[in-house]
């Protein structure tokens, strides 16, 4: 399934290139976090085997949207590519975080859970909230996830299940087949809030809130959760409460925690964490 998801030869990726150019680089900012939509240029493959160069696709988006660096059409996904470049500068200058340090050193000091069963829920997509889970599925069985719902994933493990990102950084680049080093962990540290311009720790994903907002209908939810696919629409993000109300029995699992009361305490894990005056490894890079 996955090698019919992408090519990987140069010229297949310079055809996508070209296309995604001329026909959806001016609408990627409108369509680029909506996971059931086809809005992205799909090119990390291409660029992670090296069949396409961040210059070619440089220079592609200024033929086909010569205004993209006045902040014109094509500018976000600029905006994109140049996060890649950016992270794997810092893995140059700071070559430790290829061995697991936080690039803000206090984060080291968060205490992580080891709980075995609610990772490996996450990587099953067993985890009750369907956003999670059907990102993890499409990740599973094509080896690619849309980059909001690779945010989406990453925020669960860590501020939901406060489970240690490097574990689903190593998770992430064991399946992706646009797997980079660089961009997988400044991916990571940024949703961990661990990484330079990191999102802050207490900015942290309501899951159900994202679903309802990124993938309203549940076309994308339904398409790798078939055991949704009786639930009504408007009930696709907490499936659980309809089941209850319908006194039926899905074939998916309940919430394997409880959002609110996870948030409470990732908080004072982080504000804990962030007291402590022993300075951690990751403070030199």
Same mark, same amino acid.
């Given at each position: ?8 030869? /140069? *010229? ?5 290139? $070209? &296309?995604?150019?001329?026909? *959806? ?12 939509? /086809? ?31 006045? &902040?014109?059409? !094509? ?27 936080? %690039? ?11 709980? *075995?069963?609610? @990772? ?38 860590? +501020? ?11 998770? %992430? ?31 942290? %994903? ?15 939810? $339904? ?6 696919? &009786?639930?009504?629409? *408007? ?5 659980? @409460? ?6 039926? +029995? ?25 007291? @402590? +005056?022993?300075?951690?490894? !990751?403070?030199?890079?």
């Amino acid at each position: 399934m996955i090698a019919s998801c992408f090519a990987a030869d /140069e *010229k297949s990726a310079i055809a996508r290139l $070209r &296309g995604f150019c001329q026909q *959806k680089a001016a609408d990627y900012e409108q369509q680029r976090d909506l996971p059931a939509v /086809e809005g992205t240029s799909r090119l990390s493959p291409c660029l992670a085997v090296g069949a396409l160069s961040p210059r070619q696709c440089l220079h592609r988006l200024l033929v086909e949207q010569p205004r993209a660096l006045d &902040g014109e059409a !094509g500018a976000v996904w600029l905006n994109e590519l140049i996060w890649r470049e950016f992270y794997r500068h810092l893995m140059v200058y700071y070559p430790n975080l290829c061995k697991g340090r936080p %690039f803000i050193g206090w984060t080291d000091n968060v205490a992580w859970l080891d709980d *075995k069963s609610a @990772l490996q829920a996450w990587q099953r997509g067993q985890t009750g909230f369907p956003i999670v889970d059907a990102a993890m599925r499409q990740l599973n069985a094509t080896g690619w996830m849309h980059n909001r719902l690779r945010m989406i994933v990453a925020s669960f493990l860590v +501020k939901d299940l406060r489970i240690d990102w490097r574990l689903g950084e190593r998770y %992430f680049i064991e399946q992706l087949i646009d797997g980079d080093l660089a961009a997988n962990n400044g991916g990571w540290q940024w949703a961990a809030s661990t990484g330079t311009d990191a999102a802050p720790y207490f900015r942290i %994903f309501n899951p159900t809130t994202q679903g309802e907002r990124f993938d309203k209908a549940g076309r994308f939810i $339904r398409h790798w959760l078939p055991e949704l696919a &009786g639930v009504p629409e *408007k009930a696709v993000h907490q499936p659980w @409460l309809w089941a209850e109300k319908q006194g039926v +029995k899905l074939d998916y699992p309940r919430p394997i925690v409880d959002h609110k009361q996870a948030r409470l305490e990732t908080l004072a894990a982080w504000e804990a964490a962030r007291e @402590l +005056k022993t300075p951690s490894p !990751g403070d030199e890079p």
